[in-house]
């Protein structure tokens, strides 16, 4: 008995050493993000982005372009893979794989600086491995500056609100909303997260032009958006079964500089 045991016994450790990396990893990755909120590198960043296509996709700005990351949902919706990272702008990094758990979102990879522990460069994929967005330090400060990025929490009950004010929505695996801002010329748009990719649910009088990345359905009078980096079929499933809208009833989530009433 103890030799057949033994084994399992073997196999159980590694599969909990493997699963302790992990969250080391991530926790190792969090760590990085909350001082990001604090302190960001400067200099030349080159910044490619192919989704949502434009004319120009290429540009130079000064600083990596903010990501809304949501550290509580993204430890719940992605697993992370550390590695040794290229170096970035002449200096050494660690690279993290993040993969969703569930469903297919995006998948991102990101460059921590080994020193000052902050973002130097990240990268957006498709679930399919289509790039998305890059962004890469071409040449940094000398030092870290100091920034200001906090990140409201999501509002209690908005989850259940939005489930019951659009009867047949089906949220895409790992997303929940977040946020509900009032648009100009009608409707509510309201923003899903799963901790670091976004989508954007919106409610409009009218429709909207045919884009990768977006899906739309007539309901009733409206029409229902949803847009952003999940394939078409994940998009549209999210809306085939929704009957109606109720935009009284995610009212209260709308901030008041938003609020007509």
């Known amino acids: 008995m103890v030799r057949r045991a033994a084994p399992l ?3 159980l450790a590694s599969q909990a050493l493997v699963s302790q990396a992990g969250a080391s ?7 990085a993000l909350k001082k990001a909120r604090s302190f960001a590198a400067r200099g030349q960043v080159e910044v490619t982005v192919l989704f949502p296509p434009r004319a120009v996709p290429t540009r130079t700005v000064g600083a990596l372009p903010a990501l809304p990351i949501r550290p509580g949902l993204l430890g719940k919706t992605f697993e ?12 050494p990094t660690v690279r993290y794989e993040l ?7 995006a998948r991102w990879t990101l460059w921590i600086d080994q020193e000052w522990n ?5 990268e957006e994929r498709t679930a399919q ?3 998305a967005r890059r ?3 071409q040449k940094v400060n000398a030092k870290l500056s100091r920034v200001n990025l906090g990140v409201s929490a999501p509002p209690a009950g908005l989850r259940a609100a939005l489930l019951r004010a659009v009867p047949g929505l089906r949220l895409p695996a790992g997303f929940t909303p977040v946020e509900v801002r009032r648009r100009e010329g009608g409707g509510l748009d309201v923003t899903l997260s799963d901790g670091l990719n976004v989508l954007a649910l919106v409610t409009a009088p009218k429709s909207v032009r045919a884009a990768p990345g977006v899906a739309t359905r007539r309901v ?13 079929g994940e998009l549209k499933r999210a809306l085939e079964g929704v009957r109606g809208v109720d935009e009284a009833g995610l009212g209260t989530f709308v901030p008041v500089a938003d609020s007509k009433e």
């Open 220 to 232: 009733g009078a409206g029409f229902v958006w949803l847009v952003g980096n999940l394939p078409p």
């Open 135 to 137: 962004a890469v330090f």
């Open 25 to 31: 990893d991530l926790d190792d990755l969090l760590a």
């Open 9 to 11: 016994a073997l196999l």
């Open 80 to 91: 992370a893979t550390r590695g040794e990272g290229e170096p970035v702008a002449g200096r």
């Open 118 to 122: 902050v973002p130097l460069a990240f």
């Open 129 to 131: 491995g289509e790039l």
């Open 99 to 105: 993969n969703a758990r569930a469903g297919q979102a």
